[in-house]
């Protein structure tokens, strides 16, 4: 029996509904395949930011430096600007610990359906590789003249050669092991410095992949077209803002944010990588215990693939697919009545079949 340390944060909202959900799942596959996990649950959160304001303690970063993986439900409440939670939690964890990797898998299941016409079961299978650490992302700026008619702000994003090379090396190689095909998002006719650049950087990189297809597109034409046509996305690699804006669109196109699942990869492995759901707190449906647990559940199965458990996570993303396929079992943001409670049993019923 292998064990795993766990620092296990379920955060504000929804966080708190969907995170035990994935733990269920994780210890009952766990066990079937000699893994068990020890869960060390802190109470970072805007709950925690509004008593005692910080959202976590001084000594945060340092109290799960050593876990295996952290896994995070969701951060954010309407009490609190969400620049103060994600700054206050999530930016820090990502950049500290190197997660410069936000891996998001995109899916249409069958028996869920999209928004989109195009978008059939079975034929949108694609991973938005989003730059986490970098980018437009950034603390350099600030604001001048507060009040005032003439009252300024300046951002300023930035663009390292490492920083583009390491993300773009990662989802090459992603490719290679995928389909073969690359995407990789642009807007170099806008952004004069920081976007020619970037593909600079990316063609570079291209030329260690010989095996992989690869092109580039300007973002507001990608979205038209992963809106148009998703089936011929294999792998999309972006900076930070183009990633998430991406990342949201794409996991729209598979159904809904409830399904879509993230992990903030750090690749060498000096630092444990963080697996959260991509959806927020959703403080318009918390406490109803009607939440969708699908994206925490499948981002359970990518910490079980990243702690090298390859067999665990396909029985977890297997079993998702067959509640969707073989039930008419679905939570209110699909269109059903299940709640969090059934959903969740039923994924683990499949996860034994
Ligand atoms: P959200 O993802 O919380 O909710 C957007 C919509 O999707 C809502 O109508 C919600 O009910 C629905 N939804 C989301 N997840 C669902 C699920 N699992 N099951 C059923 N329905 C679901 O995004 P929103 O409303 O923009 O943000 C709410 C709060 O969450 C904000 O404070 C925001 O900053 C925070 N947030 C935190 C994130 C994180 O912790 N990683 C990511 C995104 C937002
Ligand atoms: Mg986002």
Known sequence: MVTHRIALIPGDGIGQEVTPAACRVLDTVGRRHGVTFAYDEFDWSCRRFTGLGAMMPADGLDRIRHHDAIFLGAVGDPSVPDHVSLWGLLIP???SFRQYVNL???KVFEGVESPVRRARPGEVDLVVVRENVEGEYSEIGGRLGRGFPDEMAVQEAVFTRAG???V???AFRLAGERRGRLTSATKSNGIVHTMPFWDEVVAATAAAHPAVT???????ALCAKVVLDPGRFDVLVASNLFGDILSDLTAAVAGGIGIAPAANINPEREFPSMF???HGSAPDIAGR???NPLGAIWTAAMLLAHLGHAEAAAEVEQAITDVLAKTPLRTPDLGGTATTETFTRAVLDFTAA
């Open 214 to 220: 690869w092109d580039s597109e300007h973002i507001d």
């Open 93 to 95: 964890i990502r950049r």
């Open 104 to 106: 998001r898998p995109v």
């Open 276 to 278: 959260e759901p991509v």
């Open 289 to 291: 215990g009607t939440a």
């Open 168 to 170: 773009a090396d990662f």
């Open 164 to 166: 583009v090379s390491r």
